[in-house]
């Protein structure tokens, strides 16, 4: 009796670790193009809960500063997101578009002027991608959007000194999900 129930969990066992390639059902990946861009750490996670449909949850955070002086270059956030995309073949496969609920805490030198910035933003997003199967546990996914919404920011005329220039609030729209990102399906 006992030599059966070693058998009947070590073909449990295997069957866990190997098996269920076809019902995967959540996906972990993270954005190399925002890793790229002044080193953001981010994950995403994700969860199919129809054929056709995943909910989404994402984060992101930059801490880092780069250079010295007047010539410090910097663009801090928090980000935090959550949304739904819709896959027209089947999720974690091929074509997809997706619409998302953001809030964002800024900081940083400013790429469109030379003031730096900081402030919340809160705003819903649109975007599309492809997704690549490169192994049944391994995605590829290329993306691209647009997310717009509120914002308010304070100004200042450096990174040092403090000098309030300019302080309100404004409405925004800004690219977003400009990914290509490693997923991993479990």
Known sequence: MEVMKVKVLSVALALLLCGGAYGQSLSVSANAVDCADMGTLNVEMGWAFSKSWSVTAGVKYNPFSFGRGESVSYRRQRTFDAGVRFWPWHCYSGWW??????????????????????????????????????????????????????????????????????????????????????AFIF
Not at 110 to 115: F, L, N, V
Not at 156 to 174: A, I
């Open 97 to 182: 578009v997706s619409a998302k609920a953001r809030y964002q805490e800024f900081s940083n030198t400013g790429s469109r002027s030379a003031m730096p910035s900081e402030g919340d933003r809160v705003g819903a997003g649109v975007s599309g991608g492809y997704s690549y199967m490169l192994t049944p546990f391994l995605n590829l996914d290329l993306g691209l959007g647009l997310w717009g919404g509120r914002e308010v920011y304070t100004s200042y005329s450096c990174p040092h000194c403090g000098d309030v220039v300019e302080r309100g609030s404004r409405v925004f729209v800004l690219p977003s999900d400009i990914m290509v990102a490693v």
